[in-house]
């Protein structure tokens, strides 16, 4: 697509890339180890002052990196959304070192705000070594990235301080397959969706950091799979939404300043919870990572659908 007035207003603030990166050096805290090893982070900037969940996700893994032979990249990690982070506050991160084994190293990463854990996470690091090999095929006749609208070509036109923060401050540019839900509800009742991502500007060749950086953009939209199988956008008054854990499988190296295709469905509701499936794929059809994630999706008295909220929400923990 060719440059647009968002494009313009975009390059007038940081660059949300170097946001991002910035967002992923961590500090260590020299002398602060206990069976820790201490990291500082800082948080980015959030309307509603709630920590994006795709953020400690992924600096908890690069705590967690630290602490790693840097020939071993991250190959799966498990954590729980524990209580909502305050964005005005940076966040510590404790790394505990449960196994180095031959090829594999366990490593546990709670984040800290005022001493309370926010997230518990669990992930391991793997040496690249050879085996059997199958992957699933890439979805066929999917528009190229560049027929379709951005956020900010969406939401520029809206004054919100949320739509001005999804328009032009997240360092990811995500562009839907289907009509994106921000503001409308999709009508089709299906429990799928799907969207092309990747960042604004070239990140460094760091594969451990693009992992990272692929689980920020990962709690981007993978509930909407489950708001659009119940006809909700996120602007449904009353609803409230926010993720409760989040799993995920790096399969194959990945670029993020690439575009990648992420492929999400929802095979299950219930509880005021929603559970939600990704796979992420490379242009060429090499599908490098899987996701996982169970929502908290819960209504107002009488259950309404469609209509209007403050505005988007996006994976925010509980």
């Known amino acids: 697509m060719t440059d647009t007035t968002a494009d313009v207003d975009r390059e007038a ?4 890339t170097t946001t991002l990166i910035d967002l992923l050096d961590l500090g260590q805290l020299e002398g602060a180890r206990t069976d ?10 959030q309307p ?7 953020q400690v996700l992924a600096q908890s893994l ?4 630290r602490t790693v032979d840097s020939e071993r990249t991250v190959h799966s990690m498990h954590g729980y959304f524990l209580r909502p982070g305050d964005a005005d506050k940076p966040i510590t991160f404790g790394v505990q070192r449960l196994r180095d084994g031959r090829s594999f190293s366990a490593r546990r990463v709670h984040a800290y705000q005022d001493g309370i854990p926010i997230l518990s996470m669990i992930a391991s690091y793997q040496t690249a070594d050879n085996g059997v090999e199958h992957q699933s095929a890439m979805p066929e006749g999917v528009p190229d990235p560049e027929t379709l609208p951005s956020t900010a070509d969406l939401l520029s036109r809206f004054d919100h301080p949320v739509a001005r923060h999804l328009a032009f401050e997240r360092p990811f540019d995500i562009r839907h397959i289907d009509p994106a839900i921000y503001v409308s509800a999709d009508k089709r009742h299906e429990a799928s969706n799907a969207v092309w991502m990747k960042t604004f500007g070239p990140m460094p060749d760091d594969d451990n950091l693009h992992r990272a950086a692929l689980a920020y953009a990962s709690d981007y939209t993978l509930l909407e799979s489950v708001l659009r199988n119940h006809g909700l956008s996120w602007m449904t008054p009353g609803m409230s939404v926010a993720s409760l854990d989040h799993a995920m499988w790096w399969h194959r190296p990945v670029r993020v300043d690439e575009w990648l ?3 999400q469905e929802s095979p299950s509701a219930q509880g005021a919870r929603g559970l939600a499936m990704g796979r ?3 242009r060429d059809g090499v599908h490098v ?8 999706v819960r209504m107002p008295e009488g259950g309404a659908s469609g209509a209007a909220r403050s505005g988007p929400m996006e ?3 509980a």
Not at 289 to 296: F, R, T
Request: aromatic fraction near 10%; charged fraction near 20%.
């Open 13 to 16: 603030k940081q660059d949300p």
């Open 36 to 45: 820790e090893d201490i990291f500082l982070g800082p948080s980015q900037k």
């Open 48 to 54: 509603r002052q709630r920590v994006f969940g795709g």
């Open 289 to 296: 990572a899987s996701v996982a994630q169970e929502g908290m």
């Open 62 to 65: 690069v705590a967690a990196m």
């Open 280 to 282: 992420i794929f490379n």
């Open 315 to 317: 994976g925010t923990p």
């Open 261 to 263: 295709l992420y492929v």
